[in-house]
């Protein structure tokens, strides 16, 4: 209901680094099946970087604080050529291939993965745990700590360059939601609900 988009613009970026904007929340997330956001990427007119395709990802964080107990699922970035479009070209400017659209068991599925693999001795809560989603094999999980979907406290949004040099361009995200109210498990009632996950 409160649709809100948000512009990033990254300079220079270095290879392996990452700019994000956060929001302190309290959500309990368990109440809903997915999360979706639309992303748009392009070069900035102009820059000499030579940004190509699936060199930059966009990913979404998680968690009860930004570091130590978080989940993370991240996208590698199409890119969009500058110009002018109507609206039948709609997926050219936000394409299918960028848009953030999580099964939240994913979260627990990785999570469940990464204690398998502590219990036999490979993993460490203390070390980021990652995994490509079987579904859409490009894109990567992971987890970090204990996090849980039942307190989510932070909610990060950010930029990461996966190329080995330097990289500039923007990046745009439009309508974050949760989908797919889930009123099975227990949930007796629901009241007023007043979500602005778009409002960063």
Known sequence: QNEQAMLMKVLNLA?????????????DMRMYRRLQMFVHAEQIIGDDSNLQDYETTVFIRLGSDHTQNYYEYEIPLKLTPAGHYNITEREAVWPEENMVDIDL????????????????GS????????????????????????????EVKTMIIGVRNISPSPKSGEVWVNELRLLEFNNSGGWAASGALNMQLADF
């Not at 068991?105 to 036999?120: D, E, G, Q, W």
């Open 105 to 120: 068991s994913v979260f627990t599925a990785i999570k469940k993965a990464r204690n398998m693999s502590k219990a036999a």
């Open 15 to 27: 290879p392996g680094d990452a700019r994000a904007v956060y929001k302190n929340i309290v959500y």
């Open 123 to 150: 993993a460490s809560y203390n070390t980021l745990f990652s995994e490509y989603d079987a579904d859409k094999p490009s894109n990567k999980i992971s987890v970090m700590g204990n996090p849980s979907l039942g």
